[in-house]
């Protein structure tokens, strides 16, 4: 029988603060940030497309990941200066 998986839902800070963990960005967020960072990739510029995970060569722009700046892993929070757009390449290049 498989154990079931714990995941926490709040965290406490170094001073004792409780905060709930985020839920996953919505779709209308995931669209705002797309828009506000004009579907470019915060780290490297390239551009990046909004829908779709395959990669074709004959395609300019690569698929696009909205990326928390201080992770939800560890209490980040779906705001807008903590999200940002990232390209596939450099999301998979960041760690918690």
Do not use: W
Not at 33 to 56: L, M, N
Not at 60 to 83: C, E, M, T, W
């Amino acid at each position: 029988m498989a154990r079931p998986k714990i995941r926490a839902e709040f965290f406490a800070t170094q001073t004792g603060e409780i905060i709930k963990k985020a839920k996953p960005v919505s779709c209308s967020l995931r669209r705002n940030i797309f828009d506000r960072d004009q579907y470019k990739c915060q780290i490297c510029g390239r551009q990046v497309k909004y829908r779709g995970t395959t990669v074709s060569p004959y395609d300019k722009k690569i698929p696009g990941a909205v990326d928390h700046i201080f992770p939800r892993s560890r209490g980040g929070q779906n705001n807008l200066a903590n999200l940002r757009l990232l390209c596939i390449t450099c999301n998979a290049q960041r760690n918690n």
